[in-house]
Antibody, heavy 116, light 112 residues
Framework: QVQLVESGGGLVKPGGSLRLSCSAS????????MSWIRQAPGRGLEWVAY????????DYADSVKGRFTISRDNAKNSLYLQMNNVRVEDTAIYYC?????????WGQGALVTVSS | DVVMTQSPLSLPVTLGQPASISCRSS???????????LNWFQQRPGQSPRRLIY???HRDSGVPDRFSGSGSGTDFTLHISRVEAEDVGVYYC?????????FGGGTKVEIK
C-alpha cells in the first residue's frame, strides 16, 4: 500500500534553515506529482508547494515563495522541502502528499517549530 | 484565490442520525477538462487528513458507503447517512481546480 514517511522536522530559530524529507513506497513515485501541505497548530490546512513528476515545474504558495524549495529524487523515491529564512508563522505540521489536485495519500506529518 | 466556505463550523450529532456539511466556493470549480476538482477530507483527532471523496462524489477505497458527496458548480455537500462514533473529527473540503488550491476552514463533527 502507499506509504509516505516524513522526516527532518524539529526546532529551528527564526531566520534558520531546515530540510524535510519524505520517503515514498507502494507506488511508482516517478509517475506522480507530489505536494507539501501544512497545518499550523490547531488551525486548518494550507497548500505549500508542488512538483511535477519529472521536476519539470514547481509552484509555491506566496507565503513561502523565495524561501522554500521543493525538489525530488526519483531514483531514491524521495521528496524534499528546503526551508530557508524560516519565520515563526512557518510553525506547523508539514505533510507530504501524493498528487497536486486530488491529494490522494498523506504522510503522518513532520512537526516544524520556529522559535527563538 | 478561491475562497471555500464551510458550514456549520461545529456539528453536534446523535449516533445513528444523518449529518451534512456544506461547502461553497467563490468561483465555479469546473475545470477546462470538464472535471470538478472538489474533494472532502476527514481528520480524526491526532491523525493526518484522509481523503474520503474526490471529484465531488467519488468515494475512496475503504470509505464506508454512509459517506457520500454531491453538488456542482459552487455548491457542494458531504452527507453522512448514519453517524458512528468513529466519524468524530474535522472535515475539510478542498478545491483543486484553480491555483493556489484552497481548503475550507473545517467542520468539527462531535457526538451529542
Amino acid at each position: 500500500q502507499v506509504q509516505l514517511v516524513e522526516s527532518g522536522g524539529g526546532l529551528v530559530k527564526p531566520g534558520g534553515s531546515l530540510r524535510l524529507s519524505c520517503s515514498a513506497s507502494g507506488f511508482r513515485f516517478s509517475d506522480y506529482y507530489m505536494s507539501w501541505i501544512r497545518q499550523a497548530p490547531g488551525r486548518g490546512l494550507e497548500w505549500v508547494a508542488y512538483i511535477h513528476s519529472a521536476s519539470y515545474y514547481v509552484d509555491y504558495a506566496d507565503s513561502v515563495k523565495g524561501r522554500f524549495t521543493i525538489s525530488r529524487d526519483n531514483a531514491k523515491n524521495s521528496l524534499y522541502l528546503q526551508m530557508n529564512n524560516v519565520r515563526v508563522e512557518d510553525t506547523a505540521i508539514y505533510y507530504c502528499v501524493r498528487d497536486r489536485r486530488e491529494l490522494e495519500n498523506w504522510g503522518q506529518g513532520a512537526l516544524v517549530t520556529v522559535s527563538s | 484565490d478561491v475562497v471555500m466556505t464551510q458550514s456549520p463550523l461545529s456539528l453536534p450529532v446523535t449516533l445513528g442520525q444523518p449529518a451534512s456539511i456544506s461547502c461553497r466556493s467563490s468561483q465555479s470549480l469546473v475545470y477546462s477538462d470538464g472535471s470538478t476538482y472538489l474533494n472532502w477530507f476527514q481528520q480524526r483527532p491526532g491523525q493526518s487528513p484522509r481523503r474520503l471523496i474526490y471529484k465531488v462524489f467519488h468515494r475512496d477505497s475503504g470509505v464506508p458507503d454512509r459517506f457520500s458527496g454531491s453538488g456542482s458548480g459552487t455548491d457542494f455537500t458531504l452527507h453522512i447517512s448514519r453517524v458512528e462514533a468513529e466519524d468524530v473529527g474535522v472535515y475539510y473540503c478542498m478545491q483543486g481546480t484553480h491555483w493556489p488550491l484552497t481548503f475550507g476552514g473545517g467542520t468539527k463533527v462531535e457526538i451529542k
